[in-house]
């Protein structure tokens, strides 16, 4: 096999990997944030329950998780589900694993705001949400910025779980070049796309971070 048919194939498999990690993100990260307020919420029972959702979330394997969701409709329900669910299964299993970590930095980007910035907005004649949107949540982005950056940097790693049913995302294919080949060459190719995409990630999510430093 020529290094670019290698290549071609590379990347086909890369835009399933970038799919994966776009969808997850942009579900994971407003799903998280309702995780993070249930967390923090008056109500007992919302606690309590957002509190065993993150546990489970971060105490179980996301392999397992893939495995669970898949399965689940069958086994729960008796639904027949076709190879087409494979994929919506794997998004909703990142989904819900990332949204169990991205709640946690959330919780602990917000809870230390001192209350009496609430108590001022509130002289100020805003209302709570007003006072979340305006003067907490801009402070909460450059907080949140550097943790987010690393899951997101380990979410572009962990979508190569996605083999776990079947996906054939870039390092599944690249696994399946190299063992047809005997080589290991096709698994360091797959390296350098892992490098070069996690590169501009890092690079996009550090200009954020300098878009942001006007909060101290």
């Known amino acids: ?17 970038v799919e994966i990690f776009v969808l997850t993100l942009l579900f994971s990260l407003p799903l998280g944030l309702i995780v993070a307020f249930g967390r923090m919420s008056g109500c007992k029972v919302i ?8 546990s ?8 397992l998780q893939i495995i ?4 689940a409709p069958f086994y729960v329900f008796r639904m027949h589900v076709g190879t087409g669910y494979r994929f919506p299964a794997v998004i909703v299993a990142f989904v819900i ?26 002289v ?7 006072a979340f949107v305006k003067i907490i949540l801009p402070q909460v982005v450059k907080r949140v910025l550097p943790p987010v950056t690393n899951e997101t940097i380990t979410l572009v790693k962990d ?3 996605a083999f776990t049913i079947s996906i054939a995302e870039m390092f599944t294919v690249a696994k399946q070049i190299g063992a047809a080949q005997t080589s290991v060459v096709p698994l360091l190719a797959a390296g350098v796309f892992y490098y070069i995409f996690n590169l501009v990630v890092a690079s996009f999510m550090e200009y954020l971070e300098k878009k942001t430093s006007y909060y101290r």
């Open 1 to 17: 096999m020529s290094l670019l048919t290698m290549s071609a194939q590379l990347a086909e498999g890369f835009l399933i990997t």
């Open 47 to 54: 606690r309590i329950i957002s509190k065993i959702y993150i």
């Open 56 to 63: 489970i979330m971060r105490g179980t394997p996301l392999m």
């Open 68 to 71: 669970v969701v898949y399965f």
């Open 97 to 122: 694993n990332y949204a169990a970590y991205f709640a946690e930095i959330y919780r602990a980007c917000i809870e230390p705001i001192p209350v009496r910035q609430y108590e001022a907005a509130e």
């Open 124 to 130: 100020l004649g805003y209302s709570k949400e007003q």
């Open 159 to 161: 979508t190569s779980m």
